[in-house]
């Protein structure tokens, strides 16, 4: 695992002259990429508004972030929409979140429009301990099914999602059927074993820790750790995470 800070010269004039055609022909494609999308809270605060309005805020930026990384195509881009410890949030912020969930789920015609194929990680829906309603599930089946014939990238959205959750979970799976513990076979309970490891993990505000995202998957990654919240996140900081490929 590599980490890395922000790299001040894409924002300074380096590249935002440049076509996206351009920037693809100079930095080598990773094939996943997966953030952290942090400091709506903030964002919201440093503003006088209430945190749903960063919530918000950020759910623009996604759709905004997801165009931008299928253009420079990313085979893959896994975001962390809600953890399994999201739920102890005031239950207003919750009810929020959902339905911005829900939303994004919803944005049907412009996933098809990108090409965008829709998957999702987290914890299963019939397991002990989901709690996420049946609204948001039928909004994520809906999208997933919409999109299936979709070839383009990869939207993976982690949605009650936690690493250690899914580690255990997959452990605990090759105890009861008696294969053997060791990496591969690790691998193929994971909740999706067709995702590839990933190549750059970005975590925005200025936070320099995974809480619990991905562990298994970033093993060999690069980390941009950013001090923008994910609101102010915009397609050349994501060049600029993308250019850690070939630091």
Not at 37 to 44: C, S, T
Not at 109 to 127: K, S
């Amino acid at each position: 695992m590599i980490v890395e800070t922000k790299l001040s010269s894409f924002h300074s004039g380096l590249l935002p002259s440049l076509s996206v055609s351009s920037v693809l022909s100079v930095i080598r494609k990773p094939v996943h990429v997966a953030c952290i999308m942090d400091g709506n809270g903030r964002w919201a605060r440093k503003r006088g508004l209430p945190r749903t309005a960063g919530h918000t805020a950020g759910e623009e930026t996604l759709s905004d972030v997801v165009r931008a990384a299928s253009k420079r195509e990313i085979d893959y881009l896994t975001v962390f929409g809600f953890s399994t410890e999201n739920w102890v949030r005031p239950r207003a912020e919750v009810k929020h979140i959902l339905g911005l969930h829900k939303k994004l789920f919803g944005r049907i015609a412009e996933l098809n429009e990108n090409n965008i194929r829709v998957n999702w990680i987290g914890r299963p829906f019939d397991e002990p301990g989901s709690q996420t309603p049946v609204y948001v599930q039928r909004a994520i089946r809906k999208a997933i099914q919409d999109t299936a014939a979709n070839t383009g990238m990869v939207l993976t959205v982690a949605f009650d999602y936690g690493s250690r959750a899914e580690l255990t979970r997959a452990a605990e799976k090759l105890v009861k059927s008696g294969e053997t513990l060791n990496v591969e076979n690790l691998t193929k309970n994971l909740y999706d074993t067709l995702l590839p490891p990933v190549d750059v993990l970005v975590r925005t505000s200025g936070e320099s820790r995974i809480s619990n995202f991905l562990l298994w998957q970033i093993s060999n990654a690069k980390i941009y750790f950013t001090d923008r919240p994910w609101p102010d996140f915009d397609a050349i900081e994501l060049d600029a995470a993308l250019a850690l490929i070939d630091n």
